[in-house]
C-alpha cells in the first residue's frame, strides 16, 4: 500500500451556521470560526471540513449552492475565508470544503439561464423532460418527499429534482457542464484547499430512459435511489473528475456515498480509487424504515457492534474509510447508539473511544467532543430543517398522531445535530449574543465546553487524551496502519477488538452492558494506556464494569 498524507490524520466537521456566532446576528460565521481555530488545534484534529458556505438561499442550509465562487454573505466574505485558509496553515491544519455537484440552486445563474430559455443551452446543464400525458416524466419520489419532477413554467417540460425542488440536478451527460465543474473544484484546490467531502455523489448518473419504478410507498411512487441503485456507468464519471481535479493536487477526498454496489469498494477507495476515503455509515443504516422515520427500526447493541465489525472487516482488505459516530443530517450519536443507562459522561467517553480507534479517518462533528446529545422538541414549529418537516407529514399521513409524529421527528430529526455549538453556560450557550437561528438544547448548562475546560474528568479532555494516544509517535502507526481483529465477540454487551501491527498488539474494549463483565486475556498486560475508570485487571483477565472501557498493550 502507497502511503498517504490523510492516513493518520483526525477530522472535525464544522456546521458553520451553528458553529460560533461572531456579530450576533444569530448565524455563526467565519469570523467564529477563526477565533476557534486554537481550542481545534488543541483538541488534535488536523483536517477540518466545513459544511457549505457558497452563496445560497439556505433552502436546505446550503447544499443549495446559487454561486460556487462566492462566500455566503451570512457567514462573511472572500477575504475572510483567505484570513482562514491562511490561520490554518499557520496552525497546520488543513481546511476541506463541502463540494455539492449533484445539484445547484434554483437561483443559480445557469438554472435562471435555462428557465428564460427552456430549449437553450442552458437547459441542457439540468434534466428538462417533456411530460407524460400532462403527468411528470416518471413516478419517482424526491428524497425530501414528493415527486423528482416540477412543471417549467410555460412549457409541457419538467426538470429534474432529486432533493428540494429548490436544488435541480445538474446534468453531468453534459461536457460543457462537467467542465465548468472541475474548472470550480480546480480554483478552489489552488486557492490551497486540501480537498473535499463529496455530497451525494452517487445521485450523478441518472437512467436516461427515467422508467417508472415499481411503486413503494401508498402515493404510487418509488423512492429516486432505486434509480441510483439500478443504473450502471458512473466509474467514467467519477474517474474523470478524479483525473480533472483532485488527483492534480494530491487531495484529501471523502465521499458520501450510499447505496454502493456489491463488489464496487474497490473502485472507489481502493489504490485506484476515485476517491481517498468514503464515509461509513452502515450503522447508521441499520436504523432505516421501509417508508421513513416513522417505521424507523430501532437499533440493538448486537447489530450495531456485529455491523461495525463486518464494516472493519470488509473495509480494511481494500481501503479505508472514514469513521463516523454523527454529522449534520443524522441523530446525535450518544442518544442513538448508548442504551438510557450509559448516556453518561462514562458512556460518551466509551463510544468515543471504540469509534475513534477503529482502523479508518474518524471524523468528529462539532459538540461530540463534549457529549452534545439531541434535543428536547416541543412542537413540529420548532424545526427547521426540511426533511424533518417531510418526514413528519409523511408520519402523519401514515396515520400517526401529532404527539407521535413529533416523537419520531425528535428522535430522528438532523436538528439535533444542527442545534447551536455550546460553548459555556452563558445566554445562548456562548454560541451568539443575539437570537440564535434554531434553538439552543437546554442541557448547555451542564454540557458545554468551558465547564469541561476546567474539569480534568471531562469528556472534553478525554477526547483530548484520546486523539493525543491515537496520534503520539509511539502508537500512530498500530492506531492508523495495524490490522483490526474483532474480540470477545461472543460476550454479551461487550464491544472488543486488537489493532496489531508487526511490534505491537493493542485491545480495545467496552462494557455497553448493565452487568459487570469478566474477559480473559489472550496475552498478558504490557500497558494500560488509556481509560476512562480504571478497571480491575491481572496477567490474564480484565474486569468491565458497566460503561467502562480501556486501551491496553498486550504483549505482542
Ligand atoms: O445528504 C444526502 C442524503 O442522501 C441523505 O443523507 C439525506 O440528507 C437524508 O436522506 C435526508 O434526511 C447530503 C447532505 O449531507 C444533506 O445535508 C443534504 O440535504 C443533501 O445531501 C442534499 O444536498
Ligand atoms: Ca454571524
Given at each position: 500500500?502507497?502511503?498517504?498524507?490523510?492516513?493518520?490524520?483526525?477530522?472535525?466537521?464544522?456546521?458553520?451556521?451553528?458553529?460560533?456566532?461572531?456579530?450576533?446576528?444569530?448565524?455563526?460565521?467565519?469570523?467564529?470560526?477563526?477565533?476557534?481555530?486554537?481550542?481545534?488545534?488543541?483538541?488534535?484534529?488536523?483536517?477540518?471540513?466545513?459544511?457549505?458556505?457558497?452563496?445560497?438561499?439556505?433552502?436546505?442550509?446550503?447544499?443549495?449552492?446559487?454561486?460556487?465562487?462566492?462566500?455566503?454573505?451570512?457567514?462573511?466574505?472572500?477575504?475572510?475565508?483567505?484570513?482562514?485558509?491562511?490561520?490554518?496553515?499557520?496552525?497546520?491544519?488543513?481546511?476541506?470544503?463541502?463540494?455539492?455537484?449533484?445539484?445547484?440552486?434554483s437561483?443559480?445563474?445557469?438554472f435562471?439561464?435555462a428557465l428564460?430559455?427552456p430549449?437553450?443551452?442552458?437547459a441542457?446543464?439540468f434534466y428538462f423532460r417533456?411530460?407524460?400525458?400532462?403527468?411528470?416524466p416518471?413516478?419517482?419520489?424526491?428524497?425530501?418527499?414528493?415527486?423528482c419532477w416540477e412543471p417549467v413554467?410555460?412549457?409541457?417540460l419538467y426538470y429534474l429534482h432529486?432533493?428540494?425542488r429548490?436544488?435541480p440536478d445538474?446534468?453531468?451527460?453534459?461536457?460543457?457542464?462537467?467542465?465548468?465543474?472541475?474548472?470550480?473544484?480546480?480554483?478552489?484546490?489552488?486557492?490551497?484547499?486540501?480537498?473535499?467531502?463529496?455530497?451525494?455523489?452517487?445521485?450523478?448518473?441518472?437512467?436516461?430512459?427515467?422508467?417508472?419504478?415499481?411503486?413503494?410507498?401508498?402515493?404510487?411512487?418509488?423512492?429516486?435511489?432505486?434509480?441510483?441503485?439500478?443504473?450502471?456507468?458512473?466509474?467514467?464519471?467519477?474517474?474523470?473528475?478524479?483525473?480533472?481535479?483532485?488527483?492534480?493536487?494530491?487531495?484529501?477526498?471523502?465521499?458520501?456515498?450510499?447505496?454502493?454496489?456489491?463488489?464496487?469498494?474497490?473502485?472507489?477507495?481502493?489504490?485506484?480509487?476515485?476517491?481517498?476515503?468514503?464515509?461509513?455509515?452502515?450503522?447508521?443504516?441499520?436504523?432505516?424504515?421501509?417508508?421513513?422515520?416513522?417505521?424507523?427500526?430501532?437499533?440493538?447493541?448486537?447489530?450495531?457492534?456485529?455491523?461495525?465489525?463486518?464494516?472493519?472487516?470488509?473495509?480494511?482488505?481494500?481501503?479505508?474509510?472514514?469513521?463516523?459516530?454523527?454529522?449534520?443530517?443524522?441523530?446525535?450519536?450518544?442518544?442513538?447508539?448508548?442504551?438510557?443507562?450509559?448516556?453518561?459522561?462514562?458512556?460518551?467517553?466509551?463510544?468515543?473511544?471504540?469509534?475513534?480507534?477503529?482502523?479508518?479517518?474518524?471524523?468528529?462533528?462539532?459538540?461530540?467532543?463534549?457529549?452534545?446529545?439531541?434535543?428536547?422538541?416541543?412542537?413540529?414549529?420548532?424545526?427547521?430543517?426540511?426533511?424533518?418537516?417531510?418526514?413528519?407529514?409523511?408520519?402523519?399521513?401514515?396515520?400517526?398522531?401529532?404527539?407521535?409524529?413529533?416523537?419520531?421527528?425528535?428522535?430522528?430529526?438532523?436538528?439535533?445535530?444542527?442545534?447551536?455549538?455550546?460553548?459555556?453556560?452563558?445566554?445562548?450557550?456562548?454560541?451568539?449574543?443575539?437570537?440564535?437561528?434554531?434553538?439552543?438544547?437546554?442541557?448547555?448548562?451542564?454540557?458545554?465546553?468551558?465547564?469541561?475546560?476546567?474539569?480534568?474528568?471531562?469528556?472534553?479532555?478525554?477526547?483530548?487524551?484520546?486523539?493525543?494516544?491515537?496520534?503520539?509517535?509511539?502508537?500512530?502507526?498500530?492506531?492508523?496502519?495495524?490490522?483490526?481483529?474483532?474480540?470477545?465477540?461472543?460476550?454479551?454487551?461487550?464491544?472488543?477488538?486488537?489493532?496489531?501491527?508487526?511490534?505491537?498488539?493493542?485491545?480495545?474494549?467496552?462494557?455497553?452492558?448493565?452487568?459487570?463483565?469478566?474477559?480473559?486475556?489472550?496475552?498478558?498486560?504490557?500497558?494500560?494506556?488509556?481509560?476512562?475508570?480504571?478497571?480491575?485487571?491481572?496477567?490474564?483477565?480484565?474486569?468491565?464494569?458497566?460503561?467502562?472501557?480501556?486501551?491496553?498493550?498486550?504483549?505482542?
Amino acid at each position: 500500500m502507497t502511503k498517504k498524507w490523510w492516513h493518520d490524520k483526525v477530522a472535525y466537521q464544522i456546521y458553520p451556521k451553528s458553529f460560533c456566532d461572531s456579530n450576533g446576528d444569530g448565524i455563526g460565521d467565519l469570523r467564529g470560526i477563526i477565533s476557534k481555530l486554537d481550542y481545534l488545534k488543541e483538541l488534535g484534529v488536523d483536517i477540518i471540513w466545513l459544511s457549505p458556505i457558497y452563496k445560497s438561499p439556505f433552502v436546505d442550509q446550503g447544499y443549495d449552492i446559487s454561486d460556487y465562487y462566492a462566500i455566503a454573505e451570512e457567514f462573511g466574505t472572500m477575504e475572510e475565508f483567505d484570513e482562514l485558509l491562511a490561520e490554518a496553515k499557520k496552525r497546520d491544519l488543513h481546511i476541506i470544503m463541502d463540494l455539492v455537484i449533484n445539484h445547484c440552486s434554483s437561483e443559480h445563474e445557469w438554472f435562471q439561464k435555462a428557465l428564460a430559455d427552456p430549449y437553450g443551452e442552458y437547459a441542457d446543464y439540468f434534466y428538462f423532460r417533456p411530460g407524460k400525458e400532462g403527468n411528470a416524466p416518471n413516478n419517482l419520489r424526491s428524497y425530501f418527499g414528493g415527486s423528482c419532477w416540477e412543471p417549467v413554467p410555460g412549457t409541457d417540460l419538467y426538470y429534474l429534482h432529486m432533493f428540494a425542488r429548490e436544488q435541480p440536478d445538474l446534468n453531468w451527460e453534459n461536457p460543457k457542464l462537467r467542465q465548468k465543474l472541475y474548472d470550480m473544484v480546480n480554483w478552489w484546490l489552488q486557492k490551497g484547499l486540501s480537498g473535499f467531502r463529496i455530497d451525494a455523489i452517487i445521485n450523478i448518473k441518472k437512467d436516461l430512459d427515467f422508467p417508472d419504478l415499481p411503486a413503494d410507498g401508498a402515493d404510487s411512487m418509488a423512492s429516486c435511489w432505486r434509480m441510483v441503485e439500478s443504473v450502471d456507468g458512473i466509474d467514467a464519471f467519477l474517474t474523470e473528475l478524479r483525473d480533472e481535479t483532485f488527483r492534480k493536487h494530491d487531495a484529501f477526498t471523502v465521499g458520501e456515498v450510499f447505496n454502493i454496489k456489491e463488489g464496487e469498494l474497490p473502485c472507489f477507495i481502493g489504490e485506484d480509487g476515485y476517491f481517498s476515503t468514503i464515509f461509513d455509515f452502515s450503522a447508521h443504516s441499520l436504523s432505516d424504515g421501509k417508508h421513513g422515520w416513522y417505521d424507523a427500526v430501532p437499533i440493538t447493541f448486537e447489530k450495531w457492534r456485529d455491523t461495525i465489525i463486518q464494516s472493519q472487516l470488509d473495509v480494511q482488505k481494500v481501503g479505508f474509510e472514514a469513521n463516523i459516530i454523527e454529522n449534520h443530517d443524522e441523530p446525535r450519536g450518544v442518544s442513538r447508539f448508548l442504551p438510557p443507562y450509559d448516556q453518561t459522561p462514562a458512556g460518551t467517553k466509551m463510544l468515543g473511544t471504540i469509534s475513534l480507534l477503529l482502523r479508518g479517518i474518524p471524523f468528529i462533528y462539532q459538540g461530540q467532543e463534549i457529549g452534545m446529545q439531541n434535543a428536547k422538541w416541543n412542537s413540529i414549529e420548532e424545526f427547521n430543517d426540511i426533511s424533518t418537516i417531510d418526514q413528519y407529514h409523511v408520519a402523519r399521513a401514515a396515520g400517526l398522531s401529532d404527539t407521535e409524529a413529533l416523537e419520531v421527528c425528535s428522535s430522528m430529526s438532523r436538528d439535533n445535530a444542527r442545534t447551536p455549538m455550546q460553548w459555556s453556560d452563558a445566554p445562548q450557550a456562548g454560541f451568539t449574543t443575539g437570537t440564535p437561528w434554531l434553538k439552543v438544547n437546554e442541557n448547555y448548562h451542564t454540557i458545554n465546553v468551558a465547564s469541561q475546560e476546567n474539569e480534568p474528568d471531562s469528556v472534553l479532555n478525554y477526547y483530548r487524551s484520546l486523539i493525543a494516544l491515537r496520534k503520539s509517535p509511539e502508537y500512530r502507526d498500530v492506531f492508523t496502519y495495524g490490522t483490526f481483529r474483532p474480540a470477545y465477540e461472543k460476550t454479551e454487551s461487550v464491544m472488543a477488538y486488537y489493532r496489531i501491527s508487526e511490534d505491537k498488539r493493542m485491545l480495545v474494549a467496552g462494557n455497553f452492558g448493565e452487568k459487570t463483565a469478566v474477559l480473559h486475556l489472550e496475552k498478558p498486560v504490557k500497558k494500560l494506556l488509556l481509560t476512562n475508570e480504571t478497571p480491575e485487571y491481572t496477567a490474564d483477565q480484565l474486569t468491565l464494569k458497566n460503561c467502562q472501557v480501556v486501551v491496553l498493550e498486550l504483549e505482542s
